[in-house]
């Protein structure tokens, strides 16, 4: 028995079997003169669609296929990862051909490579390093607490999350010339989304800054070949050095690439959850009371507690809020048949946010995350890093510096806003459109 298509849809064919309901055009029409913004789309498909629908975002342009449906998008990104592929990364222009955005057998040996740095007994290496950063940054707010200068949030979180992955791979601590030549890092991940497609004329309208992440990177990569370790030991840098040796595919191109990749998805995204964190704070100081009451410091239930504030901070704002696939074969998702070369968009942004998996998924409650039977059970319900072989490799590393970072600052005086960002910014990551400016006080 055929499967009436959703209100507001007409169907868009498959090789076979129920083809994948598609957005009407005049919806489309409507969002374009409303809106415009990629995120409005989506969420505007799965409105009307569900879990599996298409959409064109242009006239004439084939299908896209969003995934927000759990089932689904466990088929895609774990059961299937053969035949739902990566195709080129919009940061390719920055990280090169880095893990990030590598495919087939290179993504496989770089990925292993690195697997075992972010697991288990490759954690335990930079645990101290995470800590030193975290003093770092509480010493900091200590004076910013004791002469009222006025900081910006979103730069203090992302000055401490660059300290730590720098730490983690170099075994230094981050110096203020290379803090400076880095911070470009965050400007070029700003500027992806809107570069030309063309990749050339895309790698020229950031060359400059690129130029200056590629002298820092040549510098220590450098100083890795020449055994500089730092005072806290050999970083991840040195692990890739030493690949080089019985590995001819690591070159120092590839090196670099590989450093880029960790510099820019170990701090950018660690940053923006941060920053999303203490303005959420400010929203619910509640939830901060609550945390800093479930136990004293260093205690299992005062670390579950802060552990939650990150969680629910990512199921609102995933690190990863959308994955594009290509499927490189026909295939039956959801009782839906998709033909090869169909393009896939899955979003854990509004997957997160599916009032059928989350309750008053608009609402900051990290109690989802403390309280047994309240977060979906089902694995594709809450994927922040992603799930799957190509799920993100630092999520641990992740975790494990934001909770750390929050321990130490929490029991001192909360931030209070001078300015606050009025939107949210959907580009490489979901950071907010603007600065978060705030003094400390009891």
């Known amino acids: 028995m055929a499967v009436p298509a959703p209100p507001g849809a007409h169907e868009a064919s498959g090789p076979a079997g129920r083809p994948v309901p598609e957005l009407a055009p005049e919806h489309v029409a409507q969002w374009r003169a409303e809106s415009g913004d990629l995120v409005d789309l989506l969420a505007l498909v799965r409105q009307r669609l569900g879990g599996v629908g298409a959409f064109r975002?242009?006239?004439?342009?084939?299908?896209?296929?969003?995934?927000?449906?759990?089932?689904?998008?466990?088929?895609?990104l774990a059961h299937h990862p053969d035949r739902y592929v990566k195709r080129s990364h919009r940061a390719r222009v920055l990280v090169g051909d880095g893990v990030l955005s590598a495919?087939?057998?290179?993504?496989?040996?770089?990925?292993?490579?690195?697997?075992?740095?972010?697991?288990?007994?490759?954690?335990?290496r930079y645990e101290e390093r995470i800590a030193a950063a975290a003093r770092v940054t509480a010493a900091r707010w200590e004076a910013y607490a004791r002469t009222g200068e006025v900081f910006d949030l979103g730069e203090e979180m992302r000055r401490f999350a660059l300290d730590t992955i720098w730490r983690a791979l170099t075994g230094h601590p981050l110096d203020p010339a290379t803090e400076g030549e880095?911070?470009?890092?965050s400007r070029v991940v700003a500027a992806l989304p809107s570069l030309p497609a063309d990749r050339v004329a895309a790698r020229a309208a950031v060359a400059a800054d690129i130029a200056r992440i590629d002298a820092v990177a040549e510098r220590a990569v450098r100083a890795a070949r020449d055994g500089g370790a730092g005072p806290q030991g050999p970083g991840l840098l040195h692990v890739l050095v030493e690949a080089s040796a019985t590995r001819p595919a690591y070159t120092d191109r590839l090196i670099r690439d590989e450093l880029v990749t960790l510099l820019m998805a170990g701090h950018e995204t660690t940053a923006t959850t941060l920053t999303w964190l203490h303005l959420l704070l400010d929203r619910h100081?509640?939830?901060?009371?609550?945390?800093?009451?479930?136990?004293?410091?260093?205690?299992?239930?005062r670390h579950q507690a802060v552990?939650?504030?990150?969680?629910?901070?990512?199921?609102?704002?995933?690190?990863?809020?959308?994955?594009p696939r290509h499927a490189a074969e026909a295939d039956t998702l959801a009782g839906h048949a998709l033909p090869a070369g169909t393009d896939l968009l899955v979003c854990p942004y509004l997957t997160h946010r599916d009032p059928g998996l989350w309750p008053e998924?608009?609402?900051?409650?990290?109690?989802?995350?403390?309280?047994?039977?309240?977060?979906?059970?089902?694995?594709?319900a809450y994927l922040p890093f992603g799930i799957g072989p190509r799920a993100c490799l630092g999520l641990q590393f992740a975790l494990r510096e934001s909770v750390t970072l929050l321990e130490h600052l929490l029991p001192g005086p909360a931030p209070r806003f001078r300015t606050l960002p009025t939107g949210t910014v959907h580009g490489l990551t979901v950071r907010p459109d603007g600065p978060a400016t705030a003094v400390l006080a009891d």
């Open 361 to 380: 998924p608009e609402d900051f409650d990290p109690g989802r995350f403390t309280t047994p039977g309240r977060r979906p059970a089902h694995p594709g």
């Open 307 to 323: 552990q939650a504030l990150v969680h629910e901070t990512l199921r609102l704002y995933p690190s990863a809020w959308i994955l």
């Open 182 to 185: 880095l911070a470009v890092v």
């Open 103 to 124: 495919t087939g057998d290179a993504w496989q040996s770089q990925r292993r490579l690195l697997q075992s740095q972010f697991t288990g007994r490759g954690m335990r």
């Open 57 to 76: 975002p242009e006239p004439g342009a084939p299908p896209t296929v969003l995934v927000t449906d759990p089932d689904a998008v466990r088929h895609v």
């Open 285 to 301: 100081p509640e939830a901060r009371g609550r945390a800093l009451a479930a136990g004293p410091a260093g205690s299992p239930g």
